[in-house]
């Protein structure tokens, strides 16, 4: 059954930029479903449509079958958000931000303790749990915001970027909780601009870029889609003007050669039977005198698959957390 | 129904006092401004009070209502800050996905800013005590200041909100907070009487509601009583707190939107 299903989603900023243009995807109860793209694709707009804080343009978002703008208080009670920036009071303890977040969705002050009791256990914060959340590394905040989505048992939960700005130990050790809390019965929504993440965790993804889904499945069928291997041919940088071009030339005139792309300074190709089609690739390059610096033979990746449905390479940027002020405040962020 | 308002806004009040009780930075930040102008006025004005026409017994009585205003104008900035504060932090962003009502989160900030503002006002009008002043009206006047102060404070706050929900930048709302503050307050009846005020300045005065707030203040604590003075105060704070509200109202919905 669908838990999130998005119909025909536009999201026009005041001032005209289309944030997110006619999206369509489907949720099934029970999925760790990702969205895959770059900073500024969409992925916030599309999540913050999802948990009842922006309103689209046109076009609809529903969450177990309710429209999120028309009952939004009845979605709100299913779902679960942490969002990027963590959102956790600096100022309180770790057991106070989970107690203030289990009230705040009806939870007596006693039922509240418990849970916060119980998640704090599950995140691996029981020893930390009465210290100020202003000296947690980001980590622990990560970790800290993800419990706090939880105090209410939420069906479904949106994860916006769970894992930017955190180490690979860490990263990893979110992945396997994450993995822990779909099998608990949790679907979970993600964004990330992490391939690797994208890969190991969604049992499906949708690949957005400049606010349109490009395509959409599970990353395995997606790569098997690409119809064979991939061939990335690196031009020499000292190769004379047209070097490039002259490649892309000569490989899409090789048999079994597909979807020949040129980005950079690199010719990408799928070679349909990549070894034993790889003889004739090298002869005809050769032939051509093409200033070869690299040539890479490889089973295709997400990151081939979001080249061929983007035209581009997935670029990973970090983003700076905004600068706040108030006295007792100026302190460590993630 | 109301209940249910009753224990959202308690929920969320908590939330603040624990912090001010936890970082006491929270209480005194905008404190030490109006602390500064008490000690410091009270002493280099003092021979103001041997000005024929001054009409009253030394400059401390004379200001001491000024500076518990302006404790209220100070805090109300304050509230703009921790506005902008919650929002960076993602947390305003929470209070909206839960199943609470819009009014409560705004309520729940109210109800915090006045219990910081009374408790701020009392440390003030304590330490005066302690530097000598009097006052006319007892405990129930002290009280009847609290009040009348935190009242203005909240429709001051407005202001401030606007400044934050507008801006999004805490120095911004710093900032502007002081710029609209400082002028207004010396262009009132604040800091001398308006017999003493140049004539242009003594009209600009009676326009200004910080003017009638200390009216009230300063009568409470050196006269008595003065019913008129207090209903006037109310009225004027009563008709900014509509002006002010009412925008940082839409400003709030504007961003949530």
């Known amino acids: 059954m669908a838990i999130l299903e998005a119909q025909d989603l536009v999201k026009i900023y005041p001032g005209g930029v ?17 969205f895959l793209g770059p900073n500024g694709a969409g992925k916030t707009t599309t999540i913050r449509m999802g948990v009842t804080l922006l309103a689209p ?5 529903a969450v177990d079958g309710i429209d999120v703008t028309q009952r939004p208080e009845e979605v709100r009670r299913r779902i679960g958000y942490a969002a990027q920036a963590v959102g956790v009071d600096d100022d309180l303890t770790a057991r106070e931000n989970l107690i203030l977040q289990g009230r705040l969705y009806g939870l007596s002050t006693r039922q509240a303790a418990e849970k916060a009791a119980e998640l704090l256990e599950v995140i691996d914060l029981a020893d930390a749990a009465n210290r100020r959340a202003g000296t947690f590394s980001g980590g622990m905040r990560k970790r800290l915001d993800l419990a706090q989505a939880l105090v209410h048992h939420p069906r479904l939960l949106f994860l916006d970027e769970p894992t930017t700005g955190l180490d690979p130990q860490n990263r990893r050790a979110l992945w396997s909780y994450l993995r822990e809390l779909n099998e608990s019965g949790v679907t979970i929504f993600l964004t990330t601009q992490y391939l690797e993440e994208a890969d190991v965790l969604c049992g499906r993804l949708a690949i957005i870029d400049h606010g349109q889904l490009r395509v959409e499945g599970a990353p395995a069928a997606l790569k098997a889609g690409l119809g064979g291997d991939m061939v990335t041919v690196t031009v020499s940088s000292e190769a004379a003007d047209g070097a490039l071009e002259r490649t892309h030339a000569v ?11 040129t980005h950079d300074s690199a010719v990408t190709v799928v070679l349909q039977d990549g070894a034993s089609q790889l003889a004739g690739l090298v002869r005809a390059l ?11 033979l490889a089973e295709p990746t997400l990151d081939d698959v979001f080249l061929r449905h983007t035209g581009e390479r997935l670029r990973v940027e970090e983003v700076k957390p905004p600068s706040r002020m108030l006295p007792g405040r100026r302190r460590r962020r993630s | 129904m109301m209940g249910r308002v009753l224990r959202e806004i308690h929920i969320l009040w908590g939330r603040n006092m624990r912090k001010l009780v936890r970082i006491p930075m929270l209480l005194f930040f905008s404190l030490f401004q109006p602390l500064l102008f008490l000690i410091l006025f009270s002493q280099v004005f003092s021979s103001m009070a041997k000005l024929p026409g001054f009409g009253y017994d030394n400059y401390l009585q004379f200001l001491v209502p000024t500076i518990v205003g302006l404790t209220a104008l100070n805090s109300a900035f304050q509230s703009g800050m921790g506005m902008v504060n919650d929002m960076d932090a993602g947390l305003l962003d929470k209070f909206l996905i839960a199943p609470i009502r819009r009014s409560s989160i705004l309520l729940g900030k109210i109800v915090a800013d006045a219990t910081r503002m009374s408790l701020q006002a009392l440390l003030i009008i304590a330490l005066s005590f302690i530097m000598g002043a009097r006052f006319k009206t007892g405990v129930p006047g002290v009280l009847a200041m609290i009040l009348i102060a935190v009242l203005f404070g909240i429709a001051w706050a407005g202001i401030s909100n606007v400044v934050a929900l507008r801006t999004r930048n805490a120095e911004l709302t710093m900032l502007i907070g002081i710029l609209i503050t400082f002028p207004v307050l010396f262009l009132s009846t604040g800091f001398m009487p308006s017999s003493l005020l140049p004539s242009w300045l003594e009209t600009v005065a009676e326009f200004n509601p910080i003017t009638y707030l200390v009216a009230a203040l300063r009568a409470l604590v050196n006269e008595g009583w003065d019913w008129t003075a207090i209903w006037q105060c109310l009225a004027v704070t009563l008709g900014l707190a509509l002006v002010t509200l009412t925008a940082a ?6 961003v949530i939107g």
């Open chain 2, 249 to 254: 109202t839409r400003a709030f919905r504007r």
């Open chain 1, 57 to 61: 343009t046109s076009g609809r978002i």
């Open chain 1, 18 to 34: 289309k944030a997110v243009d006619r999206v369509s995807f489907t949720v099934e109860e029970g999925e760790i479903f990702g």
């Open chain 1, 286 to 296: 050769d032939a051509a005198q093409v200033p070869v610096a690299r040539l890479e």
């Open chain 1, 251 to 261: 490989l899409a005139a090789v048999p079994g050669c597909q979807d020949v792309t």
